[in-house]
């Protein structure tokens, strides 16, 4: 399975993006287009955009959750978006969520315990203003705005 395979289960739209600025969605694509799983993670891109420049956000980072062995692949979570700082490593990490399923709850719960350090700069955007806890956990989703004044805040605080 690529990793370009979109989720029609949850009615989830692919969207892409060409590099002439051309939108447009459906199951055509160059190797040259950036792809977006739908049209809310590719808000949060342009969200991500006005406070770094591209080369700082590093798009579908995958993190070995748990590594195979000899009886079973390893697990893996493709975190949506890393910018990374001045250090080339990442500063925070940034999920776009619409539907919060249960296979996600499970790996958000892995990622939790094996990558504390992760969890502790995940910010889970949704598209509800009010921010909700997203797992037993109580680790709580903000919203664009709610982004943008993480972004804003972090900025001046390292100033």
């Given at each position: 399975?690529?990793?370009?395979?979109?989720?029609?289960?949850?009615?989830?739209?692919?969207?892409?993006?060409?590099?002439?600025?051309?939108?447009?969605?459906?199951?055509?694509?160059?190797?040259?287009?950036?792809?977006?799983?739908?049209?809310?993670?590719?808000?949060?891109?342009?969200?991500?955009?006005?406070?770094?420049?591209?080369?700082?956000?590093?798009?579908?980072?995958?993190?070995?959750?748990?590594?195979?062995?000899?009886?079973?692949?390893?697990?893996?979570?493709?975190?949506?978006?890393?910018?990374?700082?001045?250090?080339?490593?990442?500063?925070?990490?940034?999920?776009?969520?619409?539907?919060?399923?249960?296979?996600?709850?499970?790996?958000?719960?892995?990622?939790?315990?094996?990558?504390?350090?992760?969890?502790?700069?995940?910010?889970?955007?949704?598209?509800?203003?009010?921010?909700?806890?997203?797992?037993?956990?109580?680790k709580r989703t903000i919203d664009l705005v709610g982004?943008?004044?993480?972004?804003?805040?972090?900025?001046?605080?390292?100033?």
């Amino acid at each position: 399975m690529s990793e370009y395979s979109p989720t029609t289960k949850y009615r989830s739209k692919p969207f892409y993006q060409t590099e002439n600025g051309e939108q447009y969605q459906g199951a055509r694509q160059n190797k040259e287009d950036k792809y977006f799983a739908s049209q809310w993670e590719y808000e949060v891109y342009k969200e991500l955009l006005k406070h770094f420049p591209k080369e700082r956000i590093v798009r579908q980072l995958p993190v070995i959750l748990i590594p195979k062995n000899h009886n079973y692949p390893a697990i893996t979570h493709v975190i949506d978006f890393a910018v990374l700082g001045n250090n080339i490593k990442p500063e925070f990490w940034v999920e776009a969520k619409g539907c919060a399923t249960q296979v996600y709850k499970l790996k958000l719960q892995l990622l939790n315990h094996f990558h504390p350090l992760i969890w502790r700069d995940l910010q889970i955007v949704t598209k509800s203003a009010k921010p909700k806890p997203i797992d037993s956990s109580r680790k709580r989703t903000i919203d664009l705005v709610g982004l943008s004044n993480f972004i804003v805040t972090r900025n001046h605080l390292r100033i």
